[in-house]
């Protein structure tokens, strides 16, 4: 089955700097990447996804990256800011319409003032 | 607002109790998930369920069961609750064909002594 793991598992930057958040998965069949935003003592939010015909995709301060060779996507937050402080958890499934989502481990992402 | 509620929101058993999770939508989804969560473990899958006679087993669906009593209703049960069951569970709804999605509920902390 789909295994996908996460790095790093926190995160520590200033306000204002970039961040990024990096997955492998392992199942070649995968071609659906969803990021998920929980803050604390909240449920889990989507904030971005990325299908596998898409390289990159952007939405305001924050995109995605997929390199379907390597079998790895990232998520970069630009300009961080303290509301960006969360654990981010990335995800895979070899479709988005008809599979289960195997979540990966999770970032802790702190921003500092 | 359309919502996924879960009750109870926390619960504390004794080993060997049998404990039911109970999860109720207003989205008028058809697809419904029970996820568990440890903390450095991510969000892992337990059940699913694509429509009312549809039960799949996730990742860790040993010592859980589900019925998926309604469209809009679907309960996660621990026959016999074990201390290594504590955990935060998060039942997820999505739309399947039109989006993927999930809809968390806000969680229902269980502690088995």
């Known amino acids: 089955g789909e295994n996908v793991e996460q790095h790093p598992s926190t995160l520590s930057v200033q306000e204002g700097d970039s961040a990024v958040i990096k997955c492998t998965y392992s199942?070649?069949?995968?071609?659906?990447f969803p990021w998920y935003k929980q803050e604390l003592g909240k449920r889990p939010q989507l904030i971005i996804d990325i299908r596998s015909n898409v390289g990159e995709k952007k939405d305001q301060r924050i995109a995605v990256t997929l390199n379907k060779t390597a079998k790895h996507f990232s998520l970069h937050i630009t300009e961080t800011q303290p509301e960006d402080s969360a654990v981010y958890f990335c995800a895979a499934s070899r479709a988005a319409y008809t599979d289960k989502l195997i979540f990966g481990t999770g970032t802790r992402l702190q921003v500092f003032p | 607002d359309a919502d996924v509620t879960q009750t109870p929101r926390n619960r504390i058993t004794k080993t060997g109790k049998r404990i039911m999770l109970e999860c109720s939508q207003t989205k008028g989804h058809d697809r419904m998930y029970w996820y568990r969560q440890d903390p450095g473990l991510g969000l892992q899958l337990i059940y699913y369920s694509f429509d009312v006679k549809d039960i799949n087993k996730g990742e860790i669906s040993d010592g859980y069961s589900v019925s998926r009593q309604a469209q809009a209703k679907f309960s996660l049960s621990l026959e016999s609750a074990i201390p290594n069951q504590t955990a935060l569970y998060f039942c997820?709804?999505?739309?399947?064909?039109?989006?993927?999605?999930?809809?968390f509920g806000e969680g229902s902390r269980l502690t088995v002594l």
């Open positions: 199942d070649s069949a995968s071609n659906y």
């Open positions: 997820a709804t999505s739309q399947g064909e039109i989006s993927g999605e999930l809809f």
